[in-house]
């Protein structure tokens, strides 16, 4: 089994703690994670209908049936069950009582602000990270990577990335969506996701999307906000604190699994993603994922962002750490170029609050002219570590 590197901050929230939650989308290992860490747990999977009814009908003997400490699975399945769990954690007065897992944003956000407040730490988990591959021994080219995906069956279970991201979003769009939101216009919605992982690093303009969808923007943005709750797209703010007006405040979209991206793209091999007209998107998409995989598995907020001002100067990637700035241009090129980091020497003559600047590329570690680094995209992990040291 591939050991996640959140586990350290899963044990030490459940020693101080009675209650952790742990969000994700569907098969990002939570289950397994938290069974892993805490394997004398007792647990109860709210997906299975019997254990679903004793939990909805009969508290009393659901908790004699999982007594504490417990692992309560899909928690957003029944959650009149926070309210229960809210008594016994009052009652006992002690941490390490239960791990909750849940794959829906706002039905896991609405009972925790209601019921668990002050109660609960909260994680996010995302699928496999490089590094946490890289210390199985598991090492791929970088256009394998994207093609693969990071999905824990693809690794654990041996599954072809095609028949697991073809599983994977089935079961999303026919399962996890209707949940969420009516859509009675699922080809639109399918399309209007294929049409976001066309557009992976760039502003999303959702009134453009609107008339090649055929829906107006208001329905695109509730949708794009359901993918959102699912852990299927993220948002990459932009940073324009104290920077004036001339900075764009739109942005950016990216998929929490760069894998899924391709998938919905038709890319079946690893050898189309360097031909494919988007693979300077999906590398971004791959290596801005990575950044927030390295702050979430530390239990940190990702204060990541993007800066791009109106004339069109862009810098790809932003950590904020304590107000101070790393800055990142994220390549896929090989060969390092002083040319490769302009935006990031012309942007820090401009600002004060600049720390580091490094190019996230393809190649090996190599000295920016002036400052700064090269860094391969597989140390990502460690480029955000050592930025927040």
């Known amino acids: 089994m591939i050991r996640r590197a959140i586990e350290p901050k899963l044990r030490e929230l459940a020693r ?95 009972g925790i602000a209601q019921t668990l407040a002050g109660r609960t730490a909260l994680l996010r988990l995302l699928p496999f990270s490089i590094a946490e591959l890289a210390d199985c021994g598991i090492s791929l080219e970088r256009d394998e990577f994207i093609h ?89 703010p932009p940073y324009y604190n104290n920077f004036g007006k001339r900075f764009v405040k739109t942005p950016k979209v990216y998929f929490t699994d760069v894998g899924l991206a391709a998938h919905l793209l038709g890319i079946e091999t690893a050898d189309q993603v360097s031909r494919d007209p988007l693979c300077g998107g999906l590398f971004e998409n791959l290596v801005v994922t990575e950044a927030l995989k390295a702050r979430l598995n530390a239990g940190k907020a990702p204060d990541l962002y993007f800066i791009r001002d109106k004339a069109g100067l862009e810098i790809d990637l932003a950590l904020d750490v304590r107000r101070r700035l790393h800055l990142f241009e994220i390549k896929r090129a090989m060969t390092p170029d002083d040319a490769l980091a302009s935006n990031l020497r012309k942007f820090a003559k401009s600002v004060d609050a600049v720390d580091s600047m490094a190019v996230l590329y393809s190649g090996k570690p190599w000295p920016i002219a002036g400052g700064g680094k090269f860094l391969p995209f597989r140390d990502t992990a460690k480029t955000m570590q050592s930025a927040d040291s």
């Open 148 to 236: 693969t995906g990071f999905l824990p069956a693809i690794y654990d279970r041996k599954q072809r990335p095609e028949d697991a991201w073809e599983g994977f979003y089935r079961t999303y769009v026919e399962r996890d969506v209707r949940d969420l939101v009516q859509i009675s216009r699922q080809s639109q919605f399918e399309l209007f996701v294929k049409l976001l992982a066309g557009r992976v690093g760039s502003l999303v303009n959702l009134e453009s999307l609107s008339g090649d969808v055929g829906v107006s923007a208001t329905t695109l943005k509730q949708w794009l906000s359901v993918l959102e709750a699912s852990f299927v797209v993220f948002r990459l």
């Open 16 to 110: 101080t703690f009675p209650v952790v939650t742990i969000e994700g989308h569907r098969q990002s290992g939570k289950t397994t994670l938290a069974k892993a860490t805490f394997p004398d747990w007792s647990y109860a999977n709210l997906e299975d209908s019997a254990t679903r009814f004793l939990a909805e009908n009969d508290t009393e003997s659901f908790f004699e049936r999982f007594p504490a400490p417990c692992i309560v699975d899909e928690i957003q399945r029944v959650p009149s069950l926070l309210g229960a769990i809210q008594v016994r954690v009052d009652r006992e007065g002690a941490n390490g009582l239960f791990v909750l897992t849940g794959s829906h944003q706002p039905r896991l956000k609405a």
